[in-house]
Nanobody, 126 residues
Framework: QVQLVESGGGLVQDGGSLRLSCAASGGTFSMYTMGWFRQAAGKEREFVAAVDWSGGTTVYSDSVKGRFTVSRDNAKNTVWLQMNSLKPEDTAVYYC???????????????????WGKGTRVTVSS
């Protein structure tokens, strides 16, 4: 069973950047697809980005495509979400999630992921 801990959230101005990290422990990291999701106040949790076990395949939601980049380092058991050109509508709690899979067909649904971190809050001020 893998444990996930996110970090790197905070307060940033409109147009700024943040880099979120998710450290994994307790499992073989390279056996997992990794995803980032977010949940704004009063809204459902939504997909942001995902990366396959090798780091070679990524997918993004339309709302972040071109601004966010997901990457991973299996030797460091870490996945990152680089967020550039942040907008107030990016304000949310960001969650890291893991799915036991070595497929490069990436899943976008929350139900497809087995393990979740507790989240890190990102606030973008206008």
């Amino acid at each position: 069973q893998v444990q996930l801990v996110e970090s790197g959230g905070g307060l940033v101005q409109d147009g700024g950047s943040l880099r979120l990290s998710c450290a994994a422990s307790g499992g073989t990291f390279s056996m997992y697809t990794m995803g980032w999701f977010r949940q704004a106040a009063g809204k459902e949790r939504e997909f942001v980005a995902a990366v396959d076990w090798s780091g070679g395949t990524t997918v993004y939601s339309d709302s972040v495509k071109g601004r966010f980049t997901v990457s991973r380092d299996n030797a460091k058991n870490t996945v990152w979400l680089q967020m550039n050109s942040l907008k107030p509508e990016d304000t949310a709690v960001y969650y890291c999630a893991a799915r036991s899979s070595r497929s490069n067909v990436l899943q976008l649904r929350t139900q497809s992921y087995n393990y979740w971190g507790k989240g890190t809050r990102v606030t973008v001020s206008s």
